[in-house]
């Protein structure tokens, strides 16, 4: 049962001011309970709404829905009307909790009958998203001889010829962090889960990584391909709450996952 305790802990997970310990603690629990990984989920959803609503996103989406249900256009009136005071702390309170209420109703009332599995999203949002390319790899000044190797790799990934590169990645003398993610995606295409999960965790354990906003975005898909539902939606909170580039991304996977 989620207590206004939790409520707590869970705002100051998403601003980052817990300690280490109590972090620790409470990233446990997200691991074992489903209720409070449902309630965040909640907030993250709601604080990103109030982030939007200004820019009238928010109102445009919701049209649809409005013109389909009469009733609902009440209360979505009494949160466009509280927006006018959201700047006051009562206000975005009010605000925050008509949010909470008014994605509560779109997610548990007016969700689609079926939802995808985790596996069928994890890969749907890898087609997606995924995206390896020589183009983005390439560096200035890089030599000749290691310029032809990387092309070769990453043309041998497009053509789909994942054993033959990861085979001239092993053989590859040169230590790059986009190869790393290469690797990771070689393995996932080969459905070595695994081994896949294990690559990408190298990246993330790096100090002043520059994919490592990558590295956990492929990282959550492989846990949710694996069927480990619960490390990769700690993924996915963690990108949220670190408005990492992908955060939309996430947010929108996490919508979709079953309840």
């Not at 049962?1 to 629990?29: G, H, P, Q, V």
């Amino acid at each position: 049962m989620i207590n206004d305790k939790d409520f707590l802990l869970i705002e100051s997970y998403l601003e980052d001011t817990l300690t280490e310990d109590a972090k620790t603690s409470f990233e446990e629990r997200l691991s074992t309970e489903k209720e409070l990984n449902k309630y965040l989920s909640l907030v993250i959803e709601s604080n990103l709404f109030l982030e939007e609503f200004d820019k009238q996103q928010k109102i445009e989406e919701w049209t649809g829905i409005l013109q389909a249900e009469p009733e609902l256009n009440k209360p979505f009136t009494v949160i466009k009307t509280l927006a006018n005071v959201k700047h006051s702390q009562f206000g975005r309170y009010v605000l925050s909790i008509a949010a909470l209420l008014l994605i509560f109703i779109t997610v548990y009332i007016f969700a689609p009958i079926s939802n995808p599995s985790p596996d069928q999203l994890a890969s749907q949002y890898w087609s997606e998203t995924a995206q390896f390319s020589y183009a983005e790899a390439r560096r200035g000044g890089m030599p000749k001889t290691i310029e032809r190797t990387t092309k070769r790799i990453y043309d041998l990934h497009e053509a789909g010829d994942y054993e033959a590169a990861l085979q001239a990645i092993d053989e590859f003398s040169v230590s790059d962090e986009k190869m790393t993610l290469l690797k990771g995606s070689c393995y996932y295409n080969m459905g070595k889960i695994e081994e896949a999960i294990h690559t990408f965790q190298q990246i993330t354990t790096l100090q002043n990584s520059y994919t490592e906003d990558e590295a956990k975005w492929y990282l959550a898909l492989c846990y949710l391909k694996s069927g480990d539902t619960q490390k990769g939606m700690k993924e996915l909170h963690e990108i949220i709450a670190k408005k990492r580039w992908n955060y939309k991304q996430a947010t929108a996977l996490l919508r979709e996952m079953p309840r």
